[in-house]
């Protein structure tokens, strides 16, 4: 018997132990950057006089919402996880919990997120919630197995958190806060496609199609997809200033921000593919999105 489902067996393991891995489940990496979007997103669709109350309930059921799906997805996609390397240590893959503990993690923490949005900030925030969870469980989720253009699905879940965030300020939408699902929805192609060419092997292992396999390196449908995602965020990162809701400051960050994706993405593309370009693309890509809407932010203050 492997030890460590001999050890969930046993009852052993430290609670600290435990509580890692269900903390492990809701991916606080990823959670963290939802919350900072979100709350930019929120920030800025009330900057004269944030709610404070609102803010930390925002986060909190966010949160919640956030780790509960990012769990399911997990549960989902076990068995994937434990064929690829960068994945089989995850605390299912790894025996550290049973899948029913983390589809019950992942439903209460989900539920329990988007209602308490529901009963504490307004129900259109709420609504936009549920269906960045709906979105990414039931249709992003299972197309990587048929398709890699479930990118283009998954970019919708991941750029809603600022509208989100906007949503439970004013109970209501404008084009603010879509130009900025559209910067986080184009951010994701560099992004994505860099960390699928990292782990193409990996990828391929799980039969999960992140990117069209078995072409020649001259061959890659995404790479006009990348380059062209790189030089659009450069075009829809101006509008802030253009359409008044942010200043030069802004401009000038996100232009040269803009212009290094642009630089590093061509360079992934034009040259015999590496992990290394691709590497730098990701990073390029990290430092962007926190940068960018910090920057817009603080020059709305």
Known sequence: MNAKPALLESGNESGWGRASDYLELAK?????????????????????????????NL????????????????????????????????????HRLRPPEALWFG????????????LTVN??????????????????????????????????????PPVSGWAAARDSLSIEPWILFTIMFLWQFPHTFAIAKMYREDFKRAGLWLLPLDRRDDERPENPLIVAASVALIVIGALPTLLGFAG??????????????????????????????????????????????????FDRI
């Open 123 to 160: 129900a259109f925030c709420a609504g936009i919630t549920a269906s960045i969870s709906i979105i990414y469980l039931l249709a992003y989720t299972p197309l990587k197995r048929v398709s890699w253009s479930c990118f283009v699905i998954g970019a919708i879940p991941g750029a809603l």
């Open 28 to 56: 606080p990496r990823v959670t963290t950057m939802v919350l900072v979007t979100t709350l930019v997103g929120f920030y800025l669709g009330d900057p004269v006089s944030p709610k404070f109350f609102t803010a930390l």
């Open 248 to 297: 030069i400051p802004y401009l000038v960050v996100s232009t040269a921000l803009g212009m290094a994706m642009v630089f590093y993405s061509l360079a992934l593309v034009m040259k015999p593919e590496t992990r290394s370009a691709a590497r730098r693309v990701m990073f390029a890509s990290l430092i962007y999105l926190p940068i960018v809407l910090l920057a817009m932010a």
């Open 107 to 118: 439903v209460v923490c989900a539920t329990a997120g988007i209602a308490y949005l529901l």
């Open 59 to 94: 986060l909190i059921g966010t949160a919640l919402a956030s780790g509960g799906t990012l769990a399911l997805n997990q549960y989902i996609e076990r068995e994937l996880d434990a064929l690829m390397v960068r994945t089989q240590h995850r605390p299912l893959p790894d």
